[in-house]
């Protein structure tokens, strides 16, 4: 297994749709081991492969409830059903997102509290994963990175200034930068 570098805002491969997977082979295998152990060097909740620069429908998911539930997987050329998100402006405290491809940042986002992702698993057969809370969130928010959009494009626009500022501040925005989990400690 290796840890990947993780893109960072700016590379192209984060901002295109990704191709679905059409070959279940010991590469992608390989490609899902290095995702959960470079997520999880990150850390982070979840890892969509355009941040680690392949362009293909896959994510991975790890995340504990409050009670220590664990969820663990991984889901390839999935479709995403959600419920609308809640009218209002979202809490700071309980609804702010980061993003390992905008580390060290968060900002708040409102999300749909329940999401259903069907797909298929390493092996090709049907997966269908129910979430609710911050389990949906992160469903929701792995799916946007296959579609080529991040987090901070759906942040209200009220934030657009501060994130320009991070953008410019970081010499984030252009292709090429990333950052390697373990070595540098820039987590989302």
Not at 22 to 42: K, P, W
Not at 131 to 141: K, M, S
Request: hydrophobic residues 35%; charged residues 30%; negative net charge.
């Amino acid at each position: 297994m290796a840890i990947l570098p993780i893109r960072i805002q700016g590379d192209p491969v984060l901002h295109e749709p990704a191709q679905p997977v059409t070959e279940f082979d010991d590469a992608l295998r390989t490609l899902v081991e290095d995702m959960f152990e470079t997520m999880d060097h990150a850390p982070g909740v979840g890892l969509a492969a355009p941040q680690v620069g392949v362009g293909k429908r896959v994510f991975v998911y790890s995340y504990r409830d409050d009670d220590g539930s664990p969820w663990r997987g991984v889901i390839i050329n999935p479709e995403l059903f959600i419920t609308p998100p809640p009218a209002g402006v979202p809490d700071e405290n309980e609804e702010s997102e980061g993003c390992l491809s905008f580390p060290g940042e968060r900002f708040p986002l409102r999300r749909g509290e329940r999401a259903v992702a069907r797909g298929v698993d390493l092996d090709g057969k049907p997966v269908e994963i129910r979430a609710e809370g911050w389990r949906a969130r992160i469903l929701q928010h792995e799916f946007d990175h296959l579609d080529g959009t991040l987090y901070i494009d759906r942040v209200d626009s009220a934030y657009d200034r501060v994130l320009l500022r991070i953008i410019r501040k970081r010499g984030w925005g252009v292709p090429g930068n990333s950052w390697l989990p373990g070595e540098e400690h820039l987590e989302g």
